[in-house]
């Protein structure tokens, strides 16, 4: 995977349930922070509350990053951010325009879903550990294909044509991004990445639905805070939306 991402310890498997799965379970030798696993066929992928995360053979690069949190114990906010902000940069590095995020953890292309963002928490000694970033990105969907749920979506063929990289090469822009990007959002947390992440927002100004389990709140899309939350211009005056597992829809 060249120099770039020689700071990740990658393992590249053939099959799997899910990536995300795999590494849940795993307990990172000492030193190593960051453990990458590219599964070639994913038979289950996972996305938030329990819905699919669609993967097709030869046509998806599918994997999964285990990040021990420095330091252990708080929830990272803006996490999926950050992620967002990675892939969306290893695109753009690629040759890819139009790249747009949806908060909290989608990758847009010119208002397509390209990439699909799972985090998920360990718990160790009753505190938070480590983070398992999952990734998924459509290289080359099936002719036709419907995605249940999504209006859109579109793949890195679509965009680059005989352009786009291959599998190897995609996957060593990102962990290259991803190595710096977490470097700087551990150093300095997610306000540092805010702007960045702000350009590309695809529901900037936007009026949106935000739904999930406590309900649903509707208003213009003003930005993120330095938590990664959502802001929004409602009715009612300013509301901060934290990224749990709420969903965000354009009205
Ligand atoms: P949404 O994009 O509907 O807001 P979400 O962010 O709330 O989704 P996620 O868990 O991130 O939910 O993603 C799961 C959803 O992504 C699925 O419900 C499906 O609609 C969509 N999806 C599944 N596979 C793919 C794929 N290969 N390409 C694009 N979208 C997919």
């Known amino acids: 995977l060249g120099a770039h991402a020689s700071a990740f310890a990658v393992e590249w498997i053939a099959a799997c349930e899910s990536s995300n799965t795999e590494l849940l379970g795993r307990d990172l030798p000492g030193d190593e922070r960051l453990h990458v696993l590219v599964v ?4 289950a992928g996972r996305g938030r509350r329990g819905r699919e995360w669609q ?5 998806s690069l599918t994997f999964s990053v285990q990040w021990r949190l420095p330091p252990a114990g708080t929830a990272p906010q803006g996490l999926s951010l950050v992620v967002g902000l990675a892939v969306a940069r290893a695109l753009e ?3 890819v325009s139009g790249v747009q995020l949806k908060w909290p953890n989608d990758v847009l292309v010119h208002g397509r879903k ?5 985090i998920e928490l360990v718990a160790r000694q009753g505190r938070t550990a480590a983070a398992v970033i999952g990734i998924g990105i459509n290289l080359r969907l099936p ?6 749920g999504q209006a859109a979506v579109t793949d890195l063929r679509h965009e680059l ?3 786009a990289p291959d599998r190897a090469g995609l996957l060593a822009a990102i962990l290259s ?9 551990a150093a300095a947390g997610f306000g540092a990445l805010r702007g960045a992440w702000e350009q590309r927002n695809a529901f900037a100004d936007l009026p949106v639905r935000i739904s999930g389990d406590a309900g649903s709140a509707c208003g213009a899309c003003i930005g993120v805070d330095d938590d990664g939350a959502l802001l929004l211009h409602t009715e009612q005056g300013a509301r901060r939306i934290l990224s749990g597992d709420v969903s965000l829809r354009p009205m």
């Open 55 to 59: 993967s097709f053979d030869g046509g």
């Open 114 to 118: 390209i990439a699909g963002i799972l």
């Open 177 to 185: 991004q991803l190595r710096g990007l977490l470097e700087t959002y």
């Open 40 to 43: 070639d066929r994913q038979l």
């Open 143 to 148: 002719e036709g294909v419907r995605i249940p």
């Open 161 to 163: 044509g005989d352009g």
């Open 93 to 95: 590095d690629s040759g």
